[in-house]
Structures are given as C-alpha cells and as structure tokens.
C-alpha cells in the first residue's frame, strides 16, 4: 500500500489548537498547583504557554 502524505497549510492567523492543564509547582518554597494555557500556532508553529495560579 502507497504512503500518502498531505501537506498542511494554514495563512496567518487562520488557525491555532488550544489545550490546558494542571501542574503542581513549588513557587518560592510553597507547593502549588498552577493552571497552564497551551496554544500553537498553526502557521509558523509556535508555541506559547501561559500560567495562572489557582
């Protein structure tokens, strides 16, 4: 069976995923738990991270 491969393309600002989680970290000696953001960007990849103490 042939391999197909479908190059994915997206213009600026047309697309991004999206996802969260829980991290547990320790923040000047008290353990805490810290909700993160996760996004990338489709176009040129990249990705950021954002994080809120909860």
């Known amino acids: ?9 997206y ?8 996802d969260w989680s829980h991290e547990i970290v320790l923040i000047q000696g008290v353990t805490t738990t810290v909700k993160v953001t996760h ?3 489709c176009h ?7 994080g809120l103490n909860a």
Not at 11 to 18: I, K, T, W
């Open 1 to 9: 069976m042939a391999e197909v491969d479908v190059p994915l393309y």
């Open 11 to 18: 213009a600026p600002g047309e697309a991004y995923q999206f």
């Open 39 to 41: 996004v990338r960007l």
């Open 44 to 50: 040129s990849r990249i990705m950021l991270a954002g």
